[in-house]
């Protein structure tokens, strides 16, 4: 099996470059930390993740959670890596620090959560959750909501869950039948819960589930949903753990494709007394605090698009340069890193996964730029693009990290089909990842819907000039075939935002047909603009004295890869998008 | 789980009016079943595959073959379902007479074998590899060979395997090391082979392997491997199965990620005294022997690209009718196949599946054509064709098979990623389709490089200039926007094919880069052009009295959207061609 071992080079220079993490710093009033912060916290997470949290993801694979008397038995040396977690702070080091969290920049937190989630998605997948969790409760919960609960969750102490989806209520939120009936000061929860991630497991003394539900007397629909805070034991009057079972149950396990690390619970509330649930925020006001914890998820899905890409790459890297296949004329041996196919897919791995990282992080900056304005245009102009990039962040990244996993797996060649080899593990995790969480075609229709027709395609025009100016800005005559590739990229998008406003405004069908075609030219525009600058930083930096020539240069190359070989893909997207809706609508039901 | 239910009607639509079966039995002398044969024999085998023989397909994925004390034993209900299968002389339809076969075309038996395929991809491995040692034997065989074998291995009595892949020796054949020492009328063969398909099993009283070994006096490399017949039992003089066990065991099964039906061996020969063998053909002339049957199973796993397609289309379409999510303005529930994006995703399966199929069977029949004709230049033509397809039809279906699974689960959301839908199987199983029999890089550097640029591109000049020719030939107004997309395509096929021949053939690096974009820009090109030309016929044939309009309405969207949605595919894999591979070789080792 394959080690892991974190890309620092090109972690800090995303952070350092594109990013820029000493200014966010300053920003954020943490002064102190500004200089080499980043590389100091990232080499701890990289020796955790590398050293311990790697060599558990194939046992997960293998030996996954398991459940009897309605408790769920984590993989072994899970917990153990847990404690180790938790114990060197590292749920909490972008937690407010009001709930004592360490309030570093979530930019930061970003590049630590790419170790995790590269080094064991199922094991990670429990902590991202609980972010999830963390955001909705400190966003709309009560004071005594937030007093009770934030520490624990942030601490690592208590985990989270976000329970949406029931058997007949999928993406479709406004069917759901779980039911909240007021009884003092909570509510009496009942109903099941499928998909429910790290629902149950033995790694804290408490896991605290956000339930959406339906009040009694609720409108019908998604206006009549609220959310809940379920936690599996109740709590004292301190907050402290009690050994008072909530009845909120974990009934099954799903047998699925991959992730088989992470327990995928049927979760059941109120199959005896009700389980006693607190609102949080107002009532029916669920899917307002869904949202905030599904935006939060979703970027968190996309890094592990990102994630999973890097760790498939790697293996694939190493058996590429191992794997000797072919001679040469003069008689001597080559590995296949030797063969241009080959080398095509690695750079096609390498140059999509640099994207994806760059777009990851530059996204998740916005929110510590958010954070860190007071002026309320600048905020709203940082909440506009990080709405806008969520979809991209989530659909187009873990689109392309099917096309990642898929070649790791071919580089392998027929070694890449045996489950001993390991990268298949990778192609099996990362099939869901356009799944949940909302699919790609959900996160499309909220790019070409709430995104882009709902404010006329305001935040867009903004982020398309931003590219422009950025794309003007390289003037290196040795990276003008990069640049004129973004350009015709650019064009692309610009006659797509035009078409979406003007056809995909007048026709629903046209708008829907060309959703994912429209999300994923946005994304290889976004990643080949910021391949793109980085490529320019990367020239820049070469005629400095302590420059690293070779990372450098395979920075250019790999911008240039990605302009040569991904961005003309755009045009094609842009095409298809064009046909609009008519034959997709075509056929009548019995035709298909 | 979902049944399977072959596509009768687009069968017989591409058999009647692509392939011109009827035309085909006329040639080979067959008059007396040229019209509604393919009725009559597609009835029967679409019964067995889907009442007997899709049904097992999940319990070969759950159980799997197992081995113990060198013996494997196949799944449950295998044996049975291929004794019926012997039985209703299912393996001998296109075998030739002189040795007990039919004699019926290959471009019927090619859609025969859609059936099974579809119906059980692990199963129909074993007879897809038997029909490569025919082949094998039938074309370099001796006589007594022939007369030894072929009845038997045409019945289905025996069965046939293929030992090429060793250990270090994959795609490098020139590397492989079992050796073969002659020994009187025979030789003894010593050595391990991987990745045997079928390699045992208990479906029939013996099995035939074909080995590829180096005899001791041999040329070094591929000038140096001879192919030999191994059989499991030795024979008495009458070519009769004896009791005597030959020195060839398996002796251990891959845990694959998928086909997990398919025992995949590692087959050990001459442990104890040796195996006995017999020389297919001359010395050292293994190669040749070894692409006859290669040429022939790599038909034959585009078509498992195309079979595994439509079966996971059929799921997706089941699932995508009966889903209900979303709710209209009136409050009705609607089913997923009413959304935009779904329907999307649907006609993409189905538009990209039935453009498999045509190619599919119109590259088979080349096969007939070559058989049919006593012309030297026609037979010559013929075989151009069939030589530059194959790489296209198992190159570019087995990739787009890729998508069309992926596809599937996506149509599943959440589901699509529990085991127990039984759609995950399909996306495991066609996993392998783009790297056995020669991984598409394979593929593509055949295409590339024998079949374009050995020939300066003739064979492909003369199927351009056919599909120039169809396209001209399609008049109707109303396909003009299909045509005209199709003209764009064939744009950039001329000018991918004047790179090959002018960049490709200066600079092998540059070749190998683009080579994989060549092969899948030629296989859009194909799909669309006999798409385009079924969409004529259909349109034709919407005149007629006793036309299925709902049918043929459906053909000519199929053909609409793929001219639409993937014809603009070429544009951007023309570009990445032509991007060359300076960038591609650019990077040291050390720095991927």
Redesign the interface.
């Known amino acids: 099996m394959s080690e892991y071992r974190f890309p620092y080079q090109d972690a800090l220079f995303v952070l350092n470059e594109l990013v820029d993490l000493e200014q966010i710093c300053h920003n954020a009033g943490l002064d102190e930390f500004a200089e080499g912060l980043g590389e100091a916290v990232l080499d701890e997470a990289a020796k955790l993740g590398g050293e311990q949290l790697a060599p558990l993801n194939r046992i997960g694979d293998q030996q996954g959670a398991t459940i009897s008397d309605n408790t769920v038995q984590q993989t072994e040396g899970f917990s153990e890596v847990y404690q180790q977690f938790c114990e060197g702070g590292w749920p909490s080091l972008a937690g407010n620090p009001e709930f004592g969290g360490q309030g570093l920049p979530v930019s930061l937190a970003v590049a630590v959560n790419e170790v995790w989630q590269s080094a064991n998605m199922g094991w990670s997948l429990c902590p991202l959750l609980t972010q999830g969790s963390i955001e909705a409760i400190e966003t709309h919960g009560s004071e005594q909501l937030q007093q009770t609960y934030l520490p624990k969750l942030i601490s690592g102490e208590w985990t989270g869950t976000m329970n949406l989806?029931e058997p007949?209520a999928?993406?479709?939120l406004?069917?759901l039948k779980t039911r909240a009936v007021p009884e003092g000061d909570h509510y009496r929860i009942t109903g099941q819960k499928?998909?429910i991630t790290w629902g149950d497991h033995q790694m804290t003394e408490n896991i605290v589930h956000l339930v959406l539900a339906r009040l009694p007397d609720a409108p019908a629909?998604v206006k009549g949903i609220s959310l809940f805070v379920v936690p599996k034991f109740l709590l004292d009057e301190n907050g402290n753990t009690t050994d008072q079972r909530n009845d909120a149950f974990p009934v099954a396990l799903?047998?699925?494709?991959?992730i088989h690390g992470s327990p995928t619970c049927v979760m059941s509330f109120g199959d005896n007394e009700g389980a006693i649930g607190y609102l949080v925020g107002e009532e029916n006001n669920g899917l307002a605090c869904m949202f905030t914890m599904m935006n939060d998820a979703r970027q968190g899905v996309g890094l592990q698009g990102l994630s999973i890409s890097e760790r498939a790459y790697q293996q694939a890297?190493e058996y590429a340069?191992e794997r000797?296949?072919?001679?040469l004329r003069d008689g001597s041996?080559i590995s296949i890193?030797k063969?241009?196919?080959?080398?095509?897919?690695?750079?096609q791995m390498?140059s999509a996964t640099q994207a994806m990282r760059a777009l990851t992080y530059v996204a998740r900056a916005e929110v510590d730029h958010i954070h860190n304005t007071t002026d309320e245009a600048a905020k709203a102009k940082h909440k506009a693009r990080t709405d806008l990039y969520t979809p991209i962040v989530k659909g187009w990244i873990t689109e392309l990290a099917?096309e990642v996993t898929?070649l790791a797996?071919?580089v392998h060649?027929?070694m890449?089909?045996?489950?001993?080899t390991g990268v298949?593990q990778h192609?099996?995790d990362a099939?869901?990842l356009?799944?949940?969480e909302g699919?790609?075609?959900i996160q499309?229709?909220d790019l070409i819907g709430r995104k882009t027709l709902s404010d006329s395609g305001a935040a867009l025009t903004d982020l398309l000039a931003e590219i422009e100016t950025d794309l003007n800005g390289i003037t290196a005559v040795e990276l003008q075939d990069i640049v004129s590739a973004n350009r015709t990229a650019l064009n692309t998008a610009n006659s797509a935002k035009q078409w979406v406003l003007e056809t995909g405004s007048q026709d629903?069908?046209?708008?829907?047909?060309a959703?994912?075609n429209y999300m994923m030219l946005l994304g290889y525009l976004c990643g080949g603009w910021l391949m793109a600058k980085s490529a320019d930083i990367a020239y820049k930096q070469l005629g400095e004295s302590d420059a690293d020539a070779?990372?450098l240069?395979?920075k250019i190359?790999c911008a240039?890869?990605f302009a040569?070989?991904l961005l003309?893909?755009?045009?094609?997207l842009l095409?298809?998008m064009q046909?609009g809706?008519e034959?997709?609508?075509?056929?009548?039901?019995?035709?298909?």
């Open positions: 989806t007949d999928g993406t479709d406004a069917a499928i998909f629909g799903e047998h699925k494709l991959g890297l340069k000797i296949q072919g001679t041996r890193i063969h241009p196919d080959v080398r095509r897919m690695l750079l390498k099917q898929y797996v071919q060649g027929g890449g089909f045996i489950e001993e298949a192609y099996r099939r869901i356009t799944i949940y699919t790609t075609g499309a229709l629903m069908s046209a708008a829907g047909s959703s994912v070779e990372y240069n395979a190359t240039r890869f040569e070989q003309p893909r755009t045009v094609s095409k298809a046909a809706g034959t997709v609508m075509a056929l009548s039901e019995e035709q298909f």
